[in-house]
């Protein structure tokens, strides 16, 4: 792996541009069938209430994670933030959003834990920063960290994942004081407005951090990138990258 991503990544950086390795722990919504472990792992033992869309059946209920799985979640991140450094990218996300296992940790919805690592925001948070600071130790000063973030999971798309706006707000504070160097947020629109107010999910983030903002959710085009970029620093685009090899010479000529 290291070795394949050498000359991607060092051809990205010959044509101006920066790389970053982005990085997540799937928990609940792993398949134990296809894990050498033969277990999902997961903060509780809850599952998702739809069924997996790829197989039509229920997921497995997952093993609420000890302590030792926890450390041993933790430095996995570690030593795959290394392997990034060595294969030449410019920066390393920790995925922290849709429902994957640190945001099952985030979420009361999937985190039923009675632990530090469950209960208020705080205790919920644990698990995040653990990562965040382990990651940030091992990574050399001149590679970027940052931490992707959301309010909606891949299973259960229509559940609110955090109680309200004051709860996203605190959410965001907690991150804001760790030492990453921007925050992404991923939204299903970002010009939707958020938890019942008149701020989109952009507004209410950009207003509990200075970090500089990244932002996706149905930024298409240049004439969405340019309103994203009213509440954002950047502007993130993924379908509409893969459909279209031209993407990037279509929103520069507009």
Aim: a negative charge; one cysteine or more; hydrophobic letters at 40%.
């Amino acid at each position: 792996q290291i070795e394949a991503w050498k000359p991607v990544t060092e051809a990205i950086r010959t044509h101006g541009a920066v790389s970053i390795m982005q990085m997540f722990h799937c928990g609940r919504m792993a398949w134990p069938e296809i894990n050498p472990a033969g277990r999902s792992i997961a903060p509780s033992p809850v599952t998702p209430k739809q069924a997996n869309p790829l197989t039509g059946q229920p997921y497995p209920v997952p093993d609420a994670m000890s302590h030792f799985d926890i450390a041993h979640v933790v430095n996995g991140f570690v030593e795959t933030a290394k392997g990034a450094v060595a294969a030449g990218f410019d920066g390393v996300e920790i995925h922290g959003a849709h429902g994957y296992l640190i945001n099952q940790f985030l979420s009361s919805y999937s985190n039923h834990r009675t632990d530090e690592y469950g209960g208020t925001l705080a205790n919920r948070f644990r698990f995040a920063r653990e990562i965040i600071r382990a990651v940030r130790e091992v990574l050399p000063k001149d590679v970027l960290l940052t931490f992707r973030v959301s309010n909606w999971g891949i299973a259960d798309m229509d559940v609110s994942l955090f109680r309200d706006a004051r709860e996203w707000e605190e959410l965001i504070d907690l991150i804001d004081s760790e030492p990453i160097d921007a925050l992404s947020l991923s939204t299903y629109d970002f010009k939707a407005k958020a938890f019942g107010t008149d701020q989109t999910m952009a507004g209410l983030t950009r207003s509990r951090t200075t970090k500089p903002l990244m932002l996706c959710g149905k930024i298409h085009d240049r004439a969405t990138v340019q309103q994203a970029l009213t509440e954002a620093d950047i502007a993130l685009s993924a379908k509409s990258i893969l459909l279209n090899p031209n993407f990037v010479d279509d929103v520069r000529q507009g």
